[in-house]
Nanobody, 124 residues
Framework: QLQLVESGGGLVQPGGSLRLSCAAS????????ISWFRQAPGKEREGVAC????????YYADSVKGRFAISKDNAKSTVYLQMDNLKPEDTGIYFC?????????????????WGQGTQVTVSS
């Protein structure tokens, strides 16, 4: 089965940058649509970004548009989330998830496979 492991989280000051990684083992990621979600204490899980394996569509939540970028390296079976100009409101646990051959359709997609999450804390 496909397994996902997130890494790259940590403590960063407002305005700083982090790059999260989602490393996959098992089947190739070629036909999986990958999304990133985040969850802060006391809040519901929020879709952040989506990269479609069907048509290459990329989706970003309005709150991160222009600051975050999702990308994929098929040779390394890894998906990245580059996060720039971070704000305290970006604090939370970030999860990657994979769903077989689907479209983003203007939203992040919850898949059958999830990583364990990586903590991002933005604070001075």
């Amino acid at each position: 089965q496909l397994q996902l492991v997130e890494s790259g989280g940590g403590l960063v000051q407002p305005g700083g940058s982090l790059r999260l990684s989602c490393a996959a083992s098992g089947p190739t990621l070629n036909f999986f649509t990958i999304s990133w979600f985040r969850q802060a204490p006391g809040k519901e899980r929020e879709g952040v970004a989506c990269l479609s394996a069907e048509d290459g569509e990329i989706y970003y939540a309005d709150s991160v548009k222009g600051r975050f970028a999702i990308s994929k390296d098929n040779a390394k079976s890894t998906v990245y989330l580059q996060m720039d100009n971070l704000k305290p409101e970006d604090t939370g646990i970030y999860f990657c998830t994979a769903k077989w051959r689907t479209y983003c359709s203007g939203d992040a997609q919850q898949g059958n496979y999830w990583g364990q999450g990586t903590q991002v804390t933005v604070s001075s």
